[in-house]
């Protein structure tokens, strides 16, 4: 058995070019693999606090020492992180706001980047401590950004996956959704046809 946690963070919920996708890829791996679990966590609908002083300091310091909402932060953070730890595939949905992610995204990467428990300093750099996972990041934008210096997204999120240590990352994009209907319907398209190919390898192996 396989375990999927999709990440929403898409603010436009059934509008969202990004949850399509994402909702596409939950109901057909869901059919095509009925014994695997899928992992749904909206991050539009729950969001996770921005990252300030207080919730800072809650992340490095001994649990005795915080307040009771340092204490509730730190809660949330590990909740996440055991969660995150937990799947063997992460599906990310990443609409582009502004040429980068939502800031609701942003927050849930803010409260899983923890020293000693993503990934942790050596000697010789930083190593991320997740092992065994793929990403996949489901990309929509109004725009045509792929290849181009406007595209902050997917830069950004292999830096970011690779330093908590998922090296395996695809990408699946929508572009041009503000081109109308008819261009945005053939990039979905496209993009199920990605999808679907993910879906049918499972190339995940589970340790």
Do not use: C
Not at 81 to 96: F, R, Y
Not at 151 to 166: E, N, R, T, Y
Not at 168 to 179: H, L, N, S
Request: aromatic share 8%; glycine share 4%; charged share 25%.
């Amino acid at each position: 058995m396989k375990k999927i946690l999709v990440l929403k963070s898409s603010i436009l919920d059934s509008y969202s070019h990004s949850n399509k996708m994402a909702d596409y890829l939950i109901e057909n791996w869901q059919s095509n693999h009925k014994d695997d679990l899928v992992t749904i966590r909206d991050l539009a609908k729950n969001p996770v606090p921005t990252l300030d002083q207080a919730t800072l300091f809650a992340f490095g310091k001994e649990t005795a020492m915080l307040s009771d909402e340092q204490k509730a932060v730190r809660a949330l953070s590990d909740e996440l992180i055991s969660e995150l730890k937990a799947h063997d595939m992460i599906v990310i949905t990443a609409p582009m706001y502004n040429f980068s992610i939502s800031a609701q995204l942003k927050h849930y990467i803010d409260f899983i980047a923890r020293a000693g428990e993503t990934f942790k300093y050596t000697e010789a750099g930083s190593v991320g401590l997740l092992e065994n996972k793929q990403a996949i990041v489901l990309t929509s934008r109004g725009g045509v950004h792929k290849d181009q210096p406007s595209d902050l997204i997917v830069p950004f999120l292999k830096q970011f996956l690779a330093f908590i240590g998922i090296n395996d990352v695809q990408f699946i994009m929508a572009e041009g959704t503000a081109y109308g209907e008819e261009y945005a319907q053939q990039s979905h398209l496209q993009a199920q046809k990605e999808i679907d190919a993910v879906i049918n390898s499972r190339s995940i192996t589970v340790k």
